[in-house]
Structure formats: structure tokens, C-alpha cells
DNA sequence: CTTGGTCATCGAAGCGCTTCGACAGAGCTC
DNA sequence: GAGCTCTGTCGAAGCGCTTCGATGACCAAG
């Protein structure tokens, strides 16, 4: 069937057109009369044709394909990379567009090559940290691309990421509602904050923001002792503490178990949620509430704002998601 | 700098040469003089060439592009499937390819649709089942292609899969080793089973055949409470029992609650291996020594495979690779 | 000195597609 | 019925590269 080597002559002639027709009748930039159009659709289905990419890239200079780097090194949550990577083919297929997936340690020239090899017509960056050089080489490059987290100065730049005052505001909200007078934000260790600086301050901001005067906020390393100590002075210093958030993966676990320690039983006199990944919270006994990245959507949103800033449509620079925070 | 639209000719006359003759030298297909090299490839970094991916595809007819598929929509566990991902794309870009991001709902139309459109040279799929409707596909299509996982028929496909047969040994040898007469393997659930036959079946053959005469195999669901009672009956019948392999990735949380329940102290009078990925045998407390499906190494081999197959080597059909136990 | 053989390089053809301008023919208007 | 404008289709050019055959220069052998 679908044999190999189909090409577009091959349809013009079984449908008794020149070729150039099969092209439009494919591409929609000419009318064509409704007969000839179904003698061509139905020869390309007889025939199993599909337009050889490389042709195709060359005479239009569209690839139809867009590049997907990613911190496959380290750092970032496994699971939340591949949500992302999953919802990012899927929306780019729904536009018939390929992913090509690149490491972000290519680094910018990496993104040189793909930009000059024009073996894509546009690119999505994963994990945008506040100096980040590619974000330069992208400047350069003009090449059409939506970036996931806010660089420093992303001045004319596609930005989209979850709205971290949001995040901040909803965990402050789900401990005021259940009465929680003094609370506090147990924030991350200084290593993210070096990474990233601010979607750490805009969690707090939102927090502080939303929570009652009482509310504070405590810095907090990540290792058993240090989360152990900080906890327990917590607890001293607040003495009627009733709800914390927690906004630092690693913690979690930890905080659960000095809670414990302290005799807090959590769920029913003390109210813990958290910022972070579902299975952090859920590895917890009993699970937690949290607010996640939503790595379908963003993955999703980028695309579109890809596609449309192909198309030559405009996007707006900056798109912040809505946190969701989810109740177990 | 690394302009748009720098092209071969462009190359060549600023080295003032022809520009077969750079193709030339960028390929190797024919002998350059060393003068006349260098004069190519200093003018190649001055202005930054690359070759345009879809003039090489077409006229060359490589694309210098290979496929993933993978299961990006459920089952498989996520963290092992990015670490998948990242070998691949690393070892891809060692041979100067790129990797092209599929997901496995895509199916065979898929295959058919990246076959004919010539956009990849060959394709890397991954957990293949066995039964898996894609593999007749690609025996149709003639695709270059390596599989990760073995279908029901094999016959003239280029496969690779941890060796799982070596996995039961290992793990039999550890409890063995440390001194457990009486051993047991708490295999998979059902579910496992209907889709994968075979690989279930060699963890224990494996193990049998390294275990003593008073060694069994018991399945097992992975819900908490089945859990809980197959490990009670488990040490009903066997009271000397002194050691266990667990082959089920969401049931190792269940037998440990199970073990302490009944007094049994994990790394002390009893011993428990995990067949499973990193994250599961590091969770519980103790730690687990594990045999983990070594992603980076699988993806590095298929890869390396897949390239020889697109220069016209041959490869073996059947790839096993070693599992490694990793001790905590 | 011819002949034959390498070696290094060139020029042209062609990969399969899109796109532009051209052009018949149909349907208007006056 | 002459002059329009549209519509639908065609043919040819050209995208940037690889590759094949040809060619000149040079050298060794006869």
C-alpha cells in the first residue's frame, strides 16, 4: 500500500492533474472545484501519499516541525518533564506539526543549528532560569519561540507560567478557610532561589498578600535536620500556629514527620498544603492539598502561542496559568 | 553572525571553490586537497553554515532524523521514560542525528505517515507489547527500526530489552548470598501479565533456577489489603521464610508495612530485594537494594544499533542487557 | 614525447515540492 | 458582441543540497 517513494506527480497523474493542482487542493491557497478536489483526495488516499517533509521544507520554507528542549540533566521534577512533553506532541499534532526534542545542554548553539539548518520553524524552552543565556542566542537568532518561566528581561519575548502569586494566594486561602489564624509559608532552600529568583517571592507575596497579619514566612533548607529544626522553632516562635504551606518538594515529607513529632495531627487540628508535584503530596500520610505545576497546560498554551505566532498572529508576551489547588 | 539563509554557495565562494566541492568536504565522499579544506571549513565557521535540513534530506535522502516512539500516555512509569528520552536524544546527537518525539496513540498511522512523508530515517519504539499492532506495521512499512521490548514474533526484528531472566538470578543470588535458605518472589499483578506475557515469566525462571529447592514464585495484586494478606499467608506457609524479591512496583510499600506488621526487621533477620526503578526502592525505609530497567543504557543501545542498521550494518536481533544490582 | 592513471575539482542534473504568472473559458456589463 | 472580471487550472522556475560524469593537471611508465 502506502508504498515508498509516493510522490506528488504520482497523484497528479492518477487524478489527471497537473501537479501544482494536487498542491493547492492540498494546501487550500487556491480555489479549486469541488469535482477536482475529490479526484485528488481520493487519489492521495489510494495512493497513501504523503508530501515528502524535506521537499516540502525547502520550496515552502516551513518544516512543520517545532524543537522541544528540555533539562533532561537534572534539576526538574522527572514526571512533571514528560506531562510536558506529552501535552506538547499532542497539541502539535493537533496542528500537524512534529516535536523535535533537544537536551538543554546543547545550549545556544544548539539553538543556532536548528535556527540555520531550519530543520524547525519554531522553538519551546523548558525551564527558563532568570540569566539564561539562550534566551540571548534567541534574540539573536529571531527564531520564533514561546518560553516556559520569565528570563530577567523578557522584553518582546513569548513567556508563559504558572501565576505564582496565584499559587501563593490559593495555598494562603485554604488555611484562612479552615480557620487558621497564624500561618506561615515554609519557603524553599536558598539553592532554587539562586536558580530562579522571583516565582519564589511571588509565591510569598501572594501568600502574604491573601493571609491575615499573622501569617510569616520561614526560609527552610531541605535536609532532615535542618527542616526538623526550623519546624520546631516554628512551632516555639508561634506557638498557635494552626496551618503551614509548604512550598519546597523535598521537605514535604520532612515537615509531615516533625509535625508528627510535635504532636500535630494533621488533617484535624493542623492544616498542611503544598506547592508542588501530585505525588508529593500524595506520598504523604495522610495526603495533603496542593497546588501543582499543571504541565499539560503550559506544554499546551505554548504550543498554541507557537502556532500563532507562526501564522503571524499575535500573542500576548506574558500568559500566566491559574493555579489549580487540588483537595485529597 | 550565524546569518538566516547562509548557503552552500555562499560557502563556496567565499572559499572560492565550487560548491560540490564543499559538500565534498563536509561529507568526506571524496578525496579534498588539505589546502583546499581548510579554506572550506574556515569559511564554513565565518559564516556559520549549516546545512539546510530539507535541501540534504532530499537530495541525499537522509534526514539525518530518527523517531521515538513512546508510551507517553499511561502505564509506564514517567521518571524511566524521560530518562529513556534524554539517553537517546544524548547518543542521537553523538551521531550527529536528531530525535523526532512520537507518542505511541499515534499507532501505525503514524508509522505509515513519518514512513512515507520520509522525515525520519528509522524509529526507535519503545515498551512494545506483545501483540502490538505497530510491529506489523513496520515489518509492511520496511522502516528501520529497533525495538525496546520483545513482540510474539521476533523473527527479523532488531530488539533489545533488560535481560529479565538474568534479573530473577540476581536477585535470587542476593538473598542467597546472605544467607536466606528459604526465599520467595512476590511477582506482579494480572494486569502486568495480559499485556507483557514472557517477561514475567523469565524474572522467574531466572530466580527459580538460582533459588534453592525451597524457593516459590506467588503473585500478587498491588492493592494495600491483598498485599497484606498475601504476604501473611506467605509467611504462614513458609515460617523460616527469610527473604524476598518483590517484581511489582506498586505493591513494595504494601510488603513492608506488611513485614513490620509482623515483626519482621527488613536488613536485620530479613531480607528484600526490588525489581524496579530507583525512586520505589529508595522511598522505603530501609532502602532497598534494587535491580532498576536501566533506561539510559537500553536507549543508548538501541540508538547505537539503529545506526548501524542506517549504514548498512547488521546488528543483532536480540539484544539482553545485564542487570545491575544497585545496593543501599 | 606519448600514453595511461591518479587526484582534485567543477558543472549540471535532479531530489519533490510550492508558488508565481499565464491563460483559457465562463459569466458579467453596457 | 466587445470588453471586462473571475475561476480553475497549468507549466515552469526555483528552493539548497548531493552526486555523477567530465575535465585538467600532474606524474610514472613505455
Chains 1, 2 share one sequence.
Not at 479549486?32 to 504523503?50: C, K, N, Q, W
Not at 501572594?206 to 531541605?222: K, Q
Not at 535536609?223 to 512551632?235: C, G, I
Not at 521537605?251 to 506547592?275: P, T, Y
Amino acid at each position: 500500500m502506502a508504498g515508498r517513494g509516493v510522490t506528488i506527480a504520482d497523484v497528479a497523474a492518477r487524478a489527471g492533474v497537473a501537479a501544482s493542482t494536487v498542491s493547492y487542493v492540498l494546501s487550500g491557497k487556491r480555489s479549486i472545484s469541488p469535482e477536482t478536489a475529490d479526484r485528488v483526495m481520493a487519489a492521495v488516499a489510494d495512493l497513501g501519499y504523503h508530501p515528502h517533509a524535506g521537499a516540502r521544507s525547502l520550496a515552502s520554507r516551513r518544516a512543520g516541525v517545532v524543537a522541544m528542549m528540555l533539562p533532561l540533566r537534572d534539576g526538574m521534577h522527572l514526571p512533571v518533564l514528560m506531562q510536558f512533553a506529552s501535552g506538547a506532541v499532542t497539541e502539535a499534532r493537533r496542528h500537524d506539526q512534529d516535536v523535535l526534542l533537544m537536551t538543554a545542554d546543547e545550549g545556544p548553539a544548539g539553538l543556532a543549528r536548528v535556527a540555520a539548518s531550519a530543520i524547525v520553524d519554531g522553538l519551546i524552552l523548558m525551564d527558563v532560569e532568570v540569566r539564561d543565556p539562550r534566551v540571548e542566542a534567541l534574540r539573536r537568532l529571531g527564531l520564533p519561540s514561546v518560553l516556559i518561566g520569565f528570563p530577567a528581561d523578557a522584553e518582546g519575548l513569548t513567556c508563559v507560567d504558572l501565576d505564582f502569586e496565584a499559587a501563593g494566594r490559593v495555598c494562603a486561602r485554604y488555611l484562612v478557610d479552615r480557620g487558621c489564624d497564624d500561618i506561615a509559608l515554609l519557603g524553599a532552600s536558598e539553592a532554587v532561589y539562586a536558580r530562579r529568583t522571583g516565582f519564589a517571592e511571588r509565591v510569598r507575596e501572594g501568600f502574604l498578600h491573601r493571609a491575615g497579619p499573622r501569617a510569616e514566612v520561614w526560609p527552610c533548607p531541605d535536609d532532615p535536620a535542618s527542616v526538623q529544626r526550623t519546624v520546631k522553632e516554628l512551632l516555639t516562635s508561634k506557638p498557635e500556629l494552626a496551618g503551614i504551606a509548604v512550598h519546597n518538594e523535598p521537605a514535604v515529607g520532612h515537615v509531615m514527620h516533625a509535625l508528627a513529632d510535635a504532636g500535630k495531627r494533621v488533617g484535624e487540628d493542623f492544616h498542611v498544603v503544598v506547592i508542588g508535584p501530585d505525588e508529593v503530596a500524595e506520598r504523604t500520610h495522610p495526603q495533603l492539598p496542593s497546588v501543582l505545576v499543571p504541565a499539560e497546560t503550559l506544554a499546551e498554551t505554548a504550543v498554541r502561542h507557537l502556532m500563532r505566532k507562526l501564522d503571524g498572529l499575535d500573542v500576548p508576551e506574558s500568559t500566566l496559568i491559574e493555579p489549580q489547588l487540588t483537595l485529597r
